[in-house]
């Protein structure tokens, strides 16, 4: 059983990788265009860039780290949205406070965004791979 949990956590943070790539990138792609990188209006921009993570995030774990095929896409994908919109609220908070009233260690502000970013990744991939593992994609024989 412990192999098996290290086997889907190892896949879960390649796919985290991954999906921290995307939103990366999106994020500082946003944050270049429209010349944002705290305030009010970075909440806009992590939100877009994370429902992009998100997306791909959903269909990676489900066919590839949990490999979970016998359950109805509706329920399944409801539960996915909620665990992840709690994630994303909290991938959020971090990235907003943290850009908006923290930045005082006096690096640049698109490199502390992406500091903020990264550490917010860290802990929402936590509570996303607790939530997914026991709750969205759980099987019948699942456990910790």
């Not at 995030?57 to 489900?62: A, D, G, Q, T």
């Not at 005082?104 to 903020?116: H, Q, S």
């Not at 970013?117 to 509570?127: D, G, P, R, T």
Request: charged share 15%; with cysteine.
């Amino acid at each position: 059983m412990a192999r098996k949990i290290v086997k889907e956590l190892a896949k879960f943070s390649t796919v985290g990788i991954i999906n921290t790539i995307i939103d990366l990138a999106i994020l500082n792609i946003l944050s270049f265009a429209f010349n944002i990188s705290s305030g009010y209006e970075i909440i806009a921009l992590n939100v877009i860039a994370l429902t992009c993570a998100i997306i791909n995030s959903y269909f990676m774990n489900k066919k590839w780290t949990f490999k979970k095929r016998d359950s109805t896409f509706y329920k399944e994908f409801t539960l996915f949205l909620l665990i992840s919109t709690i994630s994303g609220i909290i991938n959020t908070a971090i990235v907003f406070y943290g850009t908006t009233f923290f930045n005082t260690f006096g690096v640049g502000e698109i490199v502390w965004l992406n500091l903020m970013k990264i550490s917010a990744s860290i802990v929402s991939a936590l509570f996303n791979f607790l939530g997914y593992k026991l709750i969205v994609f759980r099987k019948s024989n699942d456990t910790l």
